[in-house]
Every structure is written in C-alpha cells, then in structure tokens.
T-cell receptor, first 112, second 116 residues
Framework: KNEVEQSPQNLTAQEGEFITINCSYSVGISALHWLQQHPGGGIVSLFMLSSGKKKHGRLIATINIQEKHSSLHITASHPRDSAVYICAVQALSNFGNEKLTFGTGTRLTIIP | DAGVTQSPTHLIKTRGQHVTLRCSPISGHKSVSWYQQVLGQGPQFIFQYYEKEERGRGNFPDRFSARQFPNYSSELNVNALLLGDSALYLC???????????????FGPGTRLTVT
C-alpha cells in the first residue's frame, strides 16, 4: 500500500462544477503539499499546509491531521484548471531533509 | 527573478551511457532536491542537498549520484543507463525550513530523459 493515496485517479467535469480531490496518507507528517502539473511536466506548488484550511482564489485546501486526510477543492471550475493534481507529504520520519512522498496524481479534465 | 532552471530540456541516450543533468536553484535558495517521474506515476525522491551536503537519499541504485556546488547549483549523474531510467527528472529548490520542518519547494521544468 502506498503511503499516499489519491482519489479519484481521473475526473472529468463540466465547466463551472465544484471539484473535490482527496488525499489520504498513512504516516505522521510535518506538512502536506498540493501541486499542479500541466502537460509537459512543469510542477507548480499550490499549497503547503500542516493544519486547518488555506484558500487561494478558487482553490481551497483542507487537512485533518487526526484522520490523515486532505482535500483540494476547486470552485467554479474552468477548462484552464485541467491538469494533474498531486498530493505529497513530508513525513516526520524524514525530519531534517526535504524528501516528499507523492501520490500518483488525479488527472482533471474540465469540459467547456 | 528567474525560477528554478534545468538543462538540458530533453535528452536521448543509449543504454550503458552516462548522463549529467543540471539544476540552478532560485537565487538565495541553498537546498536542492532531485526527483524521478516515470510516465504515469508520481515523482520519486532521489537526493536532497543542503549547503553542499547530502541530506537525504531515496531508494535508488549507486548508479545515481549527485553533488552541489558552492553556488548551490547541482548536478545529477546517472551511469550505465538502463531503459527504465527513461523519465522526467525534476529539480526543486527551497530557501530553508520553517521551525516546524516545513519546506516550500519550487520545482523546475524538468529534463526529459529517453534511453534507447
């Protein structure tokens, strides 16, 4: 079993829909990252969080440390949101180095 | 300010050859991490260097090595290339950790390596 599991693996939605991507992890963490990867490979960091909730524009990330679960929400989705969204964790066992353990990603496609 | 830069962008090598990939971190960032992303999978951690010292190593064979230079740029070297080394190699830099051990990492565009 992977240390970081994401669901769904693929998600197709209509423009304007509310999107939720889930991430579960099995280790103690110091931080959880949500990343966006577009075709071609470049990765952009969306959020880094260790508790609670963060919001940036139409994106919201939440984390429940007790349940070892995080969600990424996109409100009023747009075709330009189409990308792979990746959850990654910094495990407490790796304190002192920056090793990120990644999920396999959720491929999001927003249809106009 | 320039972001993390990597070179080359694309590279084609033959099995058994050696390859060197390069990464320049964001100005002021002292830490560089390397990741391998095989098609269809999430990235896998290879190395982290901070202040020119190795801070972490992933589960990769000794054919993989890296170093960090005084200007904090970094090289990833892979010897005796195998077909399975074909992947996108990502470099990420960060300034320094927070007190809670959280690192904001900034990723480069990657080098796509194809081994034939």
């Amino acid at each position: 079993k992977n240390e970081v599991e994401q669901s769904p693996q693929n998600l197709t939605a209509q423009e304007g829909e509310f999107i939720t991507i889930n991430c579960s992890y099995s280790v103690g963490i110091s931080a959880l990252h949500w990343l966006q990867q577009h075709p071609g490979g470049g990765i952009v960091s969306l959020f880094m969080l260790s508790s609670g909730k963060k919001k940036h524009g139409r994106l919201i990330a939440t984390i429940n440390i007790q349940e070892k679960h995080s969600s990424l929400h996109i409100t009023a989705s747009h075709p330009r949101d189409s990308a792979v969204y990746i959850c990654a964790v910094q495990a407490l066992s790796n304190f002192g180095n920056e090793k990120l353990t990644f999920g396999t990603g959720t491929r999001l496609t927003i249809i106009p | 300010d320039a972001g993390v830069t990597q070179s080359p962008t694309h590279l084609i090598k033959t099995r058994g050859q050696h390859v060197t990939l390069r990464c320049s971190p964001i100005s002021g960032h002292k830490s560089v991490s390397w990741y391998q992303q095989v098609l269809g999978q999430g990235p896998q951690f290879i190395f982290q260097y901070y202040e020119k010292e190795e801070r972490g190593r992933g589960n990769f064979p000794d054919r993989f090595s890296a170093r960090q230079f005084p200007n904090y740029s970094s090289e990833l070297n892979v010897n005796a290339l195998l077909l399975g080394d074909s992947a996108l190699y990502l470099c990420a830099s960060s300034l320094e950790p927070s007190r809670q051990g959280m690192y904001e990492q900034y990723f480069g565009p990657g080098t796509r390596l194809t081994v034939t």
